[in-house]
């Protein structure tokens, strides 16, 4: 019994690992793209890569509640009729924990400190075309981040759960292609 505690305890001490590892070289990329990206870029870009952060954490997080709320016995069937994408949508079930956690709390939070780091860059660039310096623009670009993040992943959510089904099908179509 103890030694199934002890390997119990380091499979979470593995997983953990592995999640850090995983955000910090994940966090790396996306943050060495947005510099490349941002690093003489006009407003629309800036604006663009904005929404794209924004649009990818949102994205993210419907599938992360998805996992956890899908049934998998459509998936069962889905498989036994060699439906593409069936096995990874599954896959993706059997291991709803792990995959709601890299996708909810990696990608999702990875993305919600780029795209704040993103608008610090359209806050600079905003003084600098408007030749002011007040933090009424900060604080107004800060707030719009917040509130498209946080209210499109609420509108997620609950689109999450209501198309739970097609949601993690739709990611086991997409690991298929992938996977092929």
């Known amino acids: 019994m103890k030694k199934e505690k002890k ?3 380091s499979a979470q001490y593995r997983w953990a690992l592995t999640v850090f590892l995983m955000a910090v070289a994940l966090s790396a990329v996306l943050s060495l793209a947005s510099e490349s990206m941002l690093n003489g870029a006009g407003m629309a870009a800036a604006l663009l890569l904005l929404a794209l952060f924004i649009s990818l954490g949102i994205v993210f997080d419907i599938i992360g509640v998805a996992v956890t709320a899908a049934n998998p016995k459509p998936f069962h069937a889905m498989a036994a009729h060699k439906e593409k994408g069936a096995k990874e949508a599954l896959r993706l079930l059997r291991n709803a924990g792990r995959v709601s956690s890299v996708c909810n709390d990696v990608v999702g939070d990875i993305c919600g400190i780029v795209s704040g780091a993103t608008g610090a860059v359209i806050v600079t660039q905003l003084q600098q075309a408007l030749n002011v310096r007040t933090v009424l623009i ?5 707030a719009l981040v917040s509130g498209l993040t946080i209210g499109g992943k609420a509108l997620g959510k ?3 759960i209501s198309q739970s089904t097609k949601v993690v099908y739709l990611a086991g179509r997409v690991l298929h292609i992938f996977h092929c």
């Open 7 to 9: 390997s119990g305890a």
């Open 138 to 142: 900060s604080v107004g670009v800060t």
């Open 158 to 160: 609950a689109f999450a």
